[in-house]
């Protein structure tokens, strides 16, 4: 019987453990601190941005919100940074990603202290997933993957994982992190993308499939073995004017035709989507607790 992974319920138990952290550091005398800066006055980046300033502030949090006006120089954006590298009061420092087309986004994440890159995206951390060094920090999406699938008891130990996608964001960082050694790894990763040749054959061979591709709808049951497991980190908006809003969301999934053959699956949303924020908080708490053993 096909299982539905249930991403949001899944997130709302690890920010419990969140809460109790938090209270437990407050207790030793520190408060976690998250920085998040928006630049521009994109909508979505501005809905991301509040959901996560709510989330620590209902847990317990220290949250600071800096908003920049879109003309904000790269020279303005990387002084910014660095006030926040030098506050003792902030652990974590997330700049709201796309940012306006003027700032190098490479710049900015370099500008971060790595001790401080909560997104898991500085060279720094993104060598220490490599080399499975545990003081590092996970890019949130892979890391809440991966929670995922050990809390559904999904067992990556030899599993066959296909992950269609290739970016820093969540391809790459997601296979490095099922391919380590330990018990919730140990996979044998392939990794595809949109101009893969022989992609539904490849797929095909997957005990789990990971679709990050960005494109809706864009694997179907055709690309799906029976009774694998499916997640779906895809978020794409598509016009529906029966909706409200005039669309709706949709995964890199055809949701209805592939849940008929596969033993479980993220919808979208309520998947993987809920998972990328309680991990954010979680790696807060991390850089928190690492700050008092320097």
Known sequence: MMKIINGKSISE???EECR???ENLKEQ???PGLAVVLVGNDPASKAYVGSKVRTCIKLGLHSLKIELPESTSQEELLKVIDQLNNDSEIHGILVQSPPPNHIDESAVVLAIDPAKDVDGFHPENVAKLALEDPSGFVPCTPLGCQRLLAEYSIDTNGANVVIVGRSMIVGKPLAL???AKGPLGNATVTVAHSRTKGLEKICKEADILIAAVGRPKFLSREHVKEGAVVIDVGIN????NSSNKGYRLVGD????GVAEI???ITPVPGGVGPMTIAMLISNTIKACRNSLSD
């Open 13 to 15: 138990n690890v920010l």
């Open 20 to 22: 109790i952290d938090v």
């Open 29 to 31: 005398g520190v408060k």
């Open 177 to 179: 992190l099922l391919m």
């Open 237 to 240: 908006r598509v016009d529906d």
């Open 253 to 256: 999934v055809d949701f209805e």
């Open 262 to 264: 596969c033993s479980a």
